[in-house]
C-alpha cells in the first residue's frame, strides 16, 4: 500500500474506533482547591512561552496529518484555528511529501496559515537512520518550521502490517541531527510513553524537548490492529490485541521524564480537557499536546474546531481560579497529591530524585 493511502487510513480508523476510557494516570492526579485567593477569574493569564514565540495557551495541536489530498483541507483549518488562538501546531510525518512532491502543499499550507506560531515538522526515527541529517534539515525546510519532532513507534512498527521495527544507529543520528539541526529538536512517542532512562539518554544527547506520548489516549496498537483485520493478517491481529494496553500511562510518563534535570516535557497521550492539561503543567510538563479531538473537530468543520479550543481553555482557566493560580508560572508551583497506580509507580521507580 503506498504511505499517502496508508497515511489516510490511520486518519479514518483514528476517528472511528470507539475511544474506551483507557488509564491515562490523571485518575490519579488530585489538585488541591483554594477557597480564597486575591483574584478575579477575568484575570488570569494562560499565555506563556514555547519554542521561543509567545503562545496563548500551554496547548499544542499534535502531530497528526499531511501526505493526502483531504489532508491539506485538515491541516488548513488546524492552522487557522492556531495562528487565530496563537497556539504551537504539528504536522504528520512529512515522509510522504520528501517522497512525492505533489503532497507537499498538505503540510506546507500550515506555515502559510499560521506565520506567528511554533510550526513543528514531524519525521519517523527508522526514515532519519536511512536519510541521515540531510533528511532532517529538509524535513524542516520543507515547511519552514521551528521545530523537528522524530517520533519514536516502536509498538506501532511491530504491528503495521508494513512495519519496520529497526533501531539499529538510532542513536547515532539523533547525536548528528541535534549537531546540525539549526532548530528546536523535539523526541515523540506516539502512546506508549517516554521513561527516565530513554529522557536521561535525550539530556545527553542535548535534545530540547521530550514529548511522552504516553498511553491511554489514541492507541496505534488498535488503528493497525483493525488494519491488519481487514487484510485478515491474523498474527498482527491477535500481537495488536496482547498490546493494545502497553506503555506508559501519560501522567506517569511525565514524572518519569521530569525526574531527569533539564529536560523540557510536553505532555500527550489522552489529554482530553482543561484540566488534563493544568494536571499535565502541575506535575511539570510546558504544554500539553493534543491530537485525536482535535481532528475529528477539524473534520466536522471549523466552527465545532472553535468550540473544542475554546472549552480547553474554559477548563483550564476554571481549574487555576480553583487551585489560585493567576498565571501559568503560579500553576507549575502548586501541590499535586497522588494517588493509586501513579503512587505506586513513583515510590517503586524513585521518581523522586534528579537524575544526572
Ligand atoms: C490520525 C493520526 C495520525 C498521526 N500521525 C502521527 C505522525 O505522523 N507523527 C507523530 O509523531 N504522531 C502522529 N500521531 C500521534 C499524535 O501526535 C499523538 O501523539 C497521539 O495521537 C496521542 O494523542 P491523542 O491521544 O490526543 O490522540 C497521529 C495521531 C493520529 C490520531
Not at 504539528?90 to 515522509?95: H, I, N
Not at 511525565?254 to 492539561?277: C, F, M, T, Y
Amino acid at each position: 500500500m503506498k504511505i499517502s493511502n496508508r497515511k489516510y487510513e490511520h486518519l479514518k480508523i483514528a476517528t472511528k474506533y470507539p475511544e474506551k476510557d483507557y488509564y491515562t494516570g490523571f485518575e490519579d492526579v488530585l489538585l488541591v482547591h483554594e477557597a480564597l485567593s486575591n483574584f478575579n477569574f477575568s484575570d488570569i493569564d494562560t499565555s506563556t512561552f514555547f519554542i521561543e514565540k509567545n503562545i496563548s495557551i500551554p496547548l499544542l495541536i499534535s502531530s497528526m496529518t499531511g501526505g493526502f489530498k483531504e489532508a491539506e483541507k485538515i491541516n488548513r483549518r488546524l492552522a487557522e484555528v492556531a495562528q487565530k488562538n496563537l497556539i504551537p501546531i504539528g504536522v504528520g510525518s512529512v515522509r510522504v511529501a520528501v517522497e512525492e512532491k505533489k503532497f507537499l502543499k498538505s503540510y506546507s499550507i500550515v506555515r502559510e496559515v499560521a506565520p506567528d506560531v511554533p510550526v513543528i515538522s514531524n519525521i519517523g526515527i527508522q526514515q532519519l537512520i536511512e536519510g541521515g541529517t540531510d533528511l532532517a534539515e529538509k524535513a524542516v525546510e520543507l515547511i519552514d518550521a521551528d521545530a523537528l519532532a522524530i517520533h519514536l513507534n516502536k509498538l506501532q512498527e511491530l504491528i503495521m502490517p508494513e512495519g519496520e521495527p529497526n533501531q539499529s544507529g538510532a542513536v547515532d543520528v539523533l547525536k548528528e541531527v541535534v549537531r546540525k539541526l539549526k532548530v528546536k529538536v523535539i523526541i515523540k512517542e506516539t502512546g506508549c510513553g517516554i521513561s527516565k532512562e530513554v529522557a536521561l539518554l535525550a539530556s545527553h544527547l542535548k535534545i530540547n524537548y521530550i514529548d511522552v506520548g504516553g498511553s491511554g489516549g489514541t492507541s496505534f496498537a488498535v488503528i493497525e490492529g483493525l488494519r491488519a483485520k481487514k487484510i485478515r493478517d491474523i498474527e498482527k491481529l491477535e500481537l495488536s490485541k496482547k498490546f493494545s494496553f502497553w506503555g506508559i500511562p501519560t501522567a506517569i510518563s511525565i514524572l518519569e521524564a521530569k525526574s531527569v534535570e533539564n529536560v523540557e516535557v510536553i505532555a500527550s497521550g489522552g489529554i482530553r480537557s482543561g484540566l488534563d492539561v493544568a494536571k499535565s503543567i502541575v506535575l511539570g510538563s510546558c504544554c500539553a499536546g493534543v491530537a485525536r479531538p482535535f481532528l475529528e473537530a477539524a473534520i466536522k468543520g471549523p466552527k465545532f474546531l472553535e468550540k473544542t479550543i475554546s472549552k480547553f481553555n474554559k477548563e483550564l482557566m476554571a481549574t487555576m481560579f480553583l487551585v489560585g493560580a493567576s498565571n501559568i508560572k503560579e500553576l507549575k508551583a502548586k501541590p499535586y497529591i497522588l494517588t493509586g497506580i501513579v503512587r505506586d509507580w513513583v515510590f517503586q521507580r524513585e521518581l523522586t530524585q534528579s537524575y544526572k
